[in-house]
């Protein structure tokens, strides 16, 4: 059972020592396209992308390519193929892509491994469609869809969905031997989710096709393939209840960033540079052959390593250089130092209990100080839960991660 501690500060004035928010300019926005069937289509899952990326407060631009039944490289489909259809190489120049999702059909990953469909040329089709991006944007960075079965399974080639999936991402690594690139996770997460919320069907209605929920997870797992984002820092359900949202959004993040993952599914270079805080101690990981940090836009003299102390309040960002001599741009983070006024509580008419926390956290107010608010803080100084006191107040406490939590107490 998780436990989360929590601490109890009484803040006299709506301050708190460090307040985070990510911000990004207009200029910075990411450019996604989509390149796919109805696997992509159902539900518009890019559209659950980008509405998922902008609770991020990630500003993007998607378009979407998605025929139903087409594959990248089936030879019998043609100029309809997307391999060799001039309508897709049409798409991949009409902008400079940052990144290219290209999902195929899923079956002609589903035999045994390094196995392909003799009509289909499934990896030429991938690199064709990969050059073609690159020579548009040579930095530009392809995502293969690492995708689902059907639900049942398809005999002999796996008799459940789970099994089918595996075999699935088995052959997008045979492809990535090749293609280099990375592969989005996304069966690693069903598979979460088929074992651990059995009860939320993540395919449709045919057991083929994504339900809302399955393309809301596979959307979540596309983001957070693109953006090293801690997803409680995302408010976006996609109309689901927000218990499931939650445990979705907790399944994509952790099959991204599973170290296992980093080797299986060549991970470890796509993220855009992420910022974290600890006191005034910006860093990023440290994998970049380049780091230059910049303070409200100009750049700080010799601030170029993989961390930096911050002195002032304001906007810091991080300019890195990747392993292919491409640059890169982190999410701007906005850092205020402010004075405290803390009072320890044990004592005062103000209760929290208990402490830890299993499941439910109750707040108890005894005084009579009037119009008094409270919110809850995690360790990075995020909100995550804010509230008005009457006289008691029960919080459901399983969907936040352990650790040391903060509660601001406002009177006014």
Known sequence: MKKLNIKKYLFSLMLISILISQEVNAQDTTKVLFIGNSF???????????DYAEAAHIPIIFDMYAPGGVSVGDIN????????????YSIIKSRKWDF???QDNQGRFILDSAVFPSSSLVIQGHLMLRDSVKANNS???MIWFGGWAMKNGVPPYGNTGTESINRILVNYRVLNDTAKEVISPIGEAWIKGIN???ATNLWDVDDTHPSLTGSYLTASVIFHTIFKVNPSMINYTGGLNQDVADSLKSYAYSVVNDSANYVKYNLGGIYTPFITLNG????ANKHYKYYQWYHNGIRIPLANDSVYYATQNGTYYLLVKDSTNCYQKSCALNYIQTAINEIDLINDDFNAYPNPVKDELTLEYVGNKGNITFEIYNSLSQSIFKGNFIEKSIIKTSKYTSGIYFIKIIYR
Do not use: E, R, W
């Not at 992509?40 to 980008?50: A, D, R, V």
């Open 40 to 50: 992509t289509y159902y539900n518009n899952m890019p559209q659950l992308f980008h």
């Open 77 to 88: 489909q043609g100029t309809s193929a997307h391999a060799f259809n001039p309508a897709v």
């Open 100 to 102: 290219v999702v290209i």
């Open 139 to 141: 930095c530009a960075k």
């Open 196 to 198: 651990n919320i059995p």
């Open 280 to 283: 005034n101690l910006l860093s």
